[in-house]
């Protein structure tokens, strides 16, 4: 990542989606190893919230399904890692939206 507000941005966009309530993420690393455990627990009890995360998250299946059979590590960790960098997308998205919206002049405004 490349800053800790890009960390903190991303923490924020995880527990709008219900993940890491109330948990401070110190680092990176911290951050990948907390939502992996959480991913293989609903990977073990509850599948199908799993999927309707992922769902909701906009995670592509079809990427989601060529990363995880090319890949021999934990799956929780994969799908983590895909977590996060669609939560850092959408942070670059809205920065360049923000900034495409303020080069615009007062007057040619809604």
């Known amino acids: 990542m490349k800053s800790n507000n890009d960390l903190q941005l991303v923490v924020q966009g995880l527990q709008q989606h219900g993940l890491l309530k109330e948990i401070n993420v110190g680092n ?6 907390l939502l992996s455990l959480y991913i293989n627990e609903l990977i073990v009890n509850d599948f199908s919230a799993l999927v309707q995360l992922l769902y909701r998250m906009d995670i592509p299946e079809k990427k989601l399904r060529d990363v995880l059979s090319g890949n021999s590590s ?3 960790d994969v799908i983590a890692q895909m977590m996060i960098e669609r939560q850092l997308q959408k942070i670059e998205s809205r920065k360049k939206f923000k900034q495409r919206e303020e080069d615009i002049p007062d007057e040619e405004r809604w």
């Open 74 to 76: 934990n799956a929780g």
């Open 28 to 33: 990176n690393d911290q951050l990948l190893r």
